[in-house]
């Protein structure tokens, strides 16, 4: 019996690493294109999930867990998939601010853009404005997550946008902030782009940021 | 150290906590970097030196009217005394950089600790003694403990924590056994160098984190039973500092030997009719937005519209909504005292 891609995405919705796992690959031999499989079976269960933790329906551990799933399926499709077809290949790059050691936020993020095709580039914990610019020379992603949980951190937002200001940068990127302590009034102030207030709402930035952009 | 009105800091709040009206309206900030900053010092050098930092809680004490001192601010001091490397950064609070259960296996490296010996904690321990010292019975001293989830998660790493819930309940459950047994330890040194309150708080367990099911299951018999442990120690009071969102489990937090409850994002007015019953409510002028980033006015304006909705029926106590922020300007911190001072006593007269 053919392989449905919504029991994909159910699979991944209920956390189960394993079924995703076999359901991708007998997909696979079933003939089911990589494009398809990733489309219909693994993001539309990763929507799925953004729209549950939205809604208070899961929370940060069953997120993990179907961020967990849907690797196991990616695991099987990347090396069938061909070039240029994984998905949304708009590049976030993403990182913690420096003097910050907080990640449980942006590692959530990370999932709900992954989840949502984009290639992200985690640059971790404690990064400095020069290392985000570094990156962002090499790699011209279209947005880049910043995250802090210390009120004496979010200083080191401004910091960043500052410095591409100062190197002429600032006008080719779209930058992002979040963290318990930001607020849309002080995302405002240090000129971001935009304040996601969860994972959820930082994915919604990211899509309208990248919207028209050329994939 | 005995305070200006008819009662002293402690009756005070103690007057809240058994449902009666005090003189005036209790006033905490917590504000232990923003005192270092206060007083011209760096956080390392309160580590070295206990009296430093003691003096510096004195000045916020005496000059901004408060009705208690806090300790030193050091989250790990339990992780660090159970093996974890801990770094004290200059003018930062410490953290632990890593997980040091890298591993599920790695349990069996956490050491039971002794408070007065190891890690940071015989040090905090004499900050709290010399705290009490310094203000005497009159003024409670207020330090922090760390409950049993927030422990664990700190030492497993948090994400790692959250899978283990679904692949290996019982070693989260065989974990928080460890870490309650090490975190009340600590909490009842707290109390024997002095503190009068033991706060807490437990970020890793807010709605923003997991769900109510996993917190009535992995951290509220925890919390509940190690709080029931330090009051019958002699801890006066438990305050519990929620940060985020705690709408779905309000209930279960005040029933969790909790006497206060310091909120950030509640409506003081509608928490109060569904709680004040159960808890004192404490909180919750914005540190961010309104003390950190916001005007004198728009300082003085929040202050009082706490008041106006908090101070009613007493079971109150007026304070930011978390921490003040180690750069807050100590004008804005002024014009928050100077709104409570004008508008503290009961009976109320707005």
Same mark, same amino acid.
């Given at each position: 019996m053919a392989v449905e891609l919504q029991e994909i995405a159910k699979a991944l919705i209920a956390g189960s690493q394993d079924q995703v796992r076999q359901l991708v690959g007998e997909a696979l031999k079933e003939g089911v294109a990589p494009q398809e499989i990733l489309q219909k079976g693994l993001i539309a269960g990763m929507d799925e999930v953004g729209r549950r933790f939205k809604a208070n329906e899961m929370f940060v551990p069953e997120v993990l867990l179907c961020a967990r799933a849907m690797h196991a399926g990616m695991d099987v499709l990347k090396p069938v998939m061909v070039e240029g077809a994984q998905g949304n290949k708009e590049k976030v790059v993403i990182g913690t601010v420096k003097g910050d050691l907080h990640d449980i936020g942006k590692n959530l993020v990370i999932m709900m853009l992954e989840g949502a095709g984009f290639k992200v580039i985690d640059l971790g914990m404690n990064v400095s404005p020069e290392k985000f610019l570094e990156v962002f020379e090499a790699e011209k992603p279209a947005v880049i997550g910043m995250s802090a949980m210390l009120t004496t951190t979010m200083q080191a937002m401004r910091d960043t946008i500052a410095l591409f200001e100062k190197q002429g940068q600032r006008h080719k990127v779209k930058f992002l902030v979040g963290g318990a302590p930001v607020t849309a009034e002080f995302a405002n102030k240090i000129g971001a782009d935009g304040y996601g207030a969860d994972a959820g709402e930082a994915l919604e930035l990211v899509k309208e940021f990248t919207l028209g952009r050329s994939a | 150290m005995a305070s200006n009105g008819k009662m002293t800091s402690m009756k005070r709040i103690m007057a809240v906590c058994n449902k009666e009206i005090p003189d005036r309206v209790p006033f905490l900030l917590t504000s232990r970097e923003f005192g270092i900053k206060y007083a011209g010092l760096k956080y390392a050098q309160c580590y070295e030196d206990p009296n430093l930092y003691v003096n510096s809680q004195l000045r916020l004490l005496e000059e901004f009217e408060l009705d208690g001192v806090w300790d030193i601010w050091c989250t790990p001091a339990v992780d660090e005394a159970m093996g974890a490397h801990m770094v004290v950064a200059e003018d930062d609070p410490p953290w632990i950089p890593e997980p040091y259960l890298n591993e599920r296996e790695d349990i069996s490296k956490l050491k039971p600790v002794d408070p007065r010996k190891d890690g940071r904690m015989?040090?905090?321990?004499?900050?709290? +003694?010399?705290?009490?010292?310094?203000?005497?019975?009159?003024?409670?001293? /207020?330090? =922090?403990? +760390?409950?049993?989830?927030? $422990?664990?998660?700190?030492?497993? #790493?948090?994400?790692?924590? &959250?899978?283990?819930?679904?692949?290996?309940?019982?070693?989260?459950?065989?974990?928080?056994? /460890? $870490?309650?047994?090490?975190?009340?330890?600590?909490?009842?040194?707290?109390?024997?160098?002095?503190?009068? /309150? *033991?706060?807490?708080?437990?970020? @890793?367990?807010?709605?923003?984190?997991?769900?109510?099911?996993?917190?009535?299951?992995?951290?509220?018999?925890? $919390?509940?039973?190690?709080?029931?442990?330090?009051?019958?120690?002699?801890?006066?009071?438990?305050? &519990?500092?929620?940060? #985020?969102? =705690?709408?779905?489990?309000?209930?279960?937090?005040?029933?969790?030997? @909790?006497?206060? *409850?310091?909120?950030?994002?509640?409506? !003081? %007015?509608?928490?109060?009719? %569904? &709680?004040?019953?159960? !808890?004192?409510?404490? #909180?919750?002028?914005?540190?961010?937005?309104?003390?950190?980033?916001? $005007?004198?006015?728009?300082?003085?304006?929040?202050?009082?519209?706490?008041?106006?909705?908090?101070?009613?029926? #007493?079971? &109150? !106590? !007026?304070s930011a909504d978390c921490a003040v922020p180690r750069d807050t300007n100590p004008d804005n911190v002024r014009a928050m005292a100077a709104v409570v001072k004008q508008y503290r006593d009961y009976p109320l007269n707005f």
């Amino acid at each position: 019996m053919a392989v449905e891609l919504q029991e994909i995405a159910k699979a991944l919705i209920a956390g189960s690493q394993d079924q995703v796992r076999q359901l991708v690959g007998e997909a696979l031999k079933e003939g089911v294109a990589p494009q398809e499989i990733l489309q219909k079976g693994l993001i539309a269960g990763m929507d799925e999930v953004g729209r549950r933790f939205k809604a208070n329906e899961m929370f940060v551990p069953e997120v993990l867990l179907c961020a967990r799933a849907m690797h196991a399926g990616m695991d099987v499709l990347k090396p069938v998939m061909v070039e240029g077809a994984q998905g949304n290949k708009e590049k976030v790059v993403i990182g913690t601010v420096k003097g910050d050691l907080h990640d449980i936020g942006k590692n959530l993020v990370i999932m709900m853009l992954e989840g949502a095709g984009f290639k992200v580039i985690d640059l971790g914990m404690n990064v400095s404005p020069e290392k985000f610019l570094e990156v962002f020379e090499a790699e011209k992603p279209a947005v880049i997550g910043m995250s802090a949980m210390l009120t004496t951190t979010m200083q080191a937002m401004r910091d960043t946008i500052a410095l591409f200001e100062k190197q002429g940068q600032r006008h080719k990127v779209k930058f992002l902030v979040g963290g318990a302590p930001v607020t849309a009034e002080f995302a405002n102030k240090i000129g971001a782009d935009g304040y996601g207030a969860d994972a959820g709402e930082a994915l919604e930035l990211v899509k309208e940021f990248t919207l028209g952009r050329s994939a | 150290m005995a305070s200006n009105g008819k009662m002293t800091s402690m009756k005070r709040i103690m007057a809240v906590c058994n449902k009666e009206i005090p003189d005036r309206v209790p006033f905490l900030l917590t504000s232990r970097e923003f005192g270092i900053k206060y007083a011209g010092l760096k956080y390392a050098q309160c580590y070295e030196d206990p009296n430093l930092y003691v003096n510096s809680q004195l000045r916020l004490l005496e000059e901004f009217e408060l009705d208690g001192v806090w300790d030193i601010w050091c989250t790990p001091a339990v992780d660090e005394a159970m093996g974890a490397h801990m770094v004290v950064a200059e003018d930062d609070p410490p953290w632990i950089p890593e997980p040091y259960l890298n591993e599920r296996e790695d349990i069996s490296k956490l050491k039971p600790v002794d408070p007065r010996k190891d890690g940071r904690m015989p040090y905090m321990l004499e900050v709290v +003694s010399r705290l009490k010292k310094a203000v005497g019975p009159d003024v409670p001293v /207020i330090a =922090w403990a +760390s409950p049993p989830f927030r $422990t664990a998660c700190m030492l497993r #790493g948090s994400a790692n924590l &959250y899978l283990d819930i679904f692949d290996d309940p019982k070693f989260v459950k065989d974990l928080l056994d /460890i $870490t309650y047994e090490a975190c009340t330890a600590y909490g009842k040194a707290l109390v024997d160098a002095g503190a009068d /309150i *033991i706060c807490t708080s437990n970020p @890793v367990a807010n709605m923003d984190c997991i769900s109510r099911r996993h917190y009535e299951e992995f951290s509220h018999p925890y $919390t509940k039973k190690m709080f029931g442990e330090l009051k019958a120690h002699g801890a006066k009071a438990i305050l &519990y500092h929620t940060c #985020g969102r =705690w709408d779905d489990r309000f209930d279960l937090v005040c029933a969790e030997n @909790v006497d206060i *409850i310091h909120c950030d994002k509640v409506d !003081i %007015k509608d928490f109060k009719e %569904k &709680y004040s019953d159960r !808890i004192v409510v404490m #909180g919750n002028v914005k540190s961010v937005v309104t003390l950190l980033q916001g $005007t004198e006015e728009q300082v003085r304006e929040e202050t009082l519209a706490c008041l106006q909705k908090g101070a009613p029926g #007493g079971r &109150y !106590i !007026i304070s930011a909504d978390c921490a003040v922020p180690r750069d807050t300007n100590p004008d804005n911190v002024r014009a928050m005292a100077a709104v409570v001072k004008q508008y503290r006593d009961y009976p109320l007269n707005f």
